[in-house]
């Protein structure tokens, strides 16, 4: 499969009043088309800088970020964000709230429209088109959010802990539906959470960041055995328990 994504020997330091924060140090890996990997990491580790260096809203201070082979600036690559809080605007209908990032970018074409009916149809959320947010359960707005993310047809999903904001057995739900969804939509998503569990649930592989300015103390490839394959069938399985030790004791041994 085509290489979508490749950071050679990133880093990166905030500057404030106070001085230097390096956040990022010497970070390469690549990813390839309809990969899901996870990046798990002490909290304050710079996971969250990393995605935003993806994303573009900062550059890095050393390293290169190549989208699709080219210099990520130069990228027509849609990348698409999905953060701890859905962001749905109250004063908005769910559809309206869905195609709001079309209106912004101005692609609201009738084919766009006709996708956010579509997708709102596919998971469940077509009966809630006219309702506002406040009337949808959390998982359910987790799901409007990430229609509205898809809608653009992003080419590579960013999540920041996006379900960090749920109660746990809301949390548990929401995460395998999401991962479900992504995995349906064949598409390439890195995961940022503190939740080991998540991360083994549902990436293909994941990134263990060490202690601020993070770099990649260990890759694991994550392979289950046939029945395994949604994310409850992979809580289920004996290798769940050996990765989420393996990881564990990983991160434990550079706090
Ligand atoms: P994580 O997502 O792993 O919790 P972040 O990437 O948010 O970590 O932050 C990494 C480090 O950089 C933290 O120590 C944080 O305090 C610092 N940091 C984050 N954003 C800024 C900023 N805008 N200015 C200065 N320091 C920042």
Redesign the pocket.
């Known amino acids: 499969m085509e290489e979508i994504l490749e950071l050679r020997h990133i880093s990166y330091s ?3 009043m106070d001085g230097e ?1 390096p ?2 140090a010497d970070i390469s890996f690549s990813m390839k088309e309809g990969e899901f990997v996870a990046v798990v ?12 260096l993806i994303s573009g809203l900062l550059e890095p201070a050393a390293g290169q970020i190549r989208i699709r082979g080219r210099d990520s600036k130069e990228s027509a690559t849609n990348i698409g964000y999905m953060l701890q809080h859905d962001q749905l605007f109250e004063w908005r209908t769910i559809y309206n709230n869905v195609i709001l990032g079309l209106e912004v970018q101005h692609m609201l074409t009738a084919k766009a429209r006709q996708k956010a009916h579509e997708l709102l149809d596919t998971y469940g959320l077509a009966q809630f088109e006219n309702a506002r947010p406040s009337q949808l359960s959390g998982g359910m707005r987790q799901r409007a959010a990430l229609v509205r993310t898809l809608v653009l047809e992003p080419d590579l999903l960013l999540l ?2 996006p379900f960090s904001a749920l109660d746990y057995q809301t949390r548990l739900r929401v995460g395998d539906d999401i991962g479900q969804i992504i995995r349906r939509e064949k598409k390439t998503a890195i995961l ?1 959470t ?1 939740d080991l569990s998540e991360a083994v649930s549902l990436a293909d592989r994941v990134i263990i ?1 060490g202690p ?1 300015p ?1 770099s990649i103390i260990q890759t694991v490839p994550l392979i289950f055995g046939a029945g395994a394959d949604t994310p409850l069938g992979r809580r289920d399985a004996p290798e769940f328990k050996t990765y989420f030790n393996l990881i564990w004791k990983e991160l434990n041994s550079n706090e």
């Open positions: 905030y500057h404030t924060t956040a990022l990491g002490p909290s304050g580790c710079g996971k969250s800088t990393l995605l935003s920041d802990e940022v503190h960041l601020r993070a």
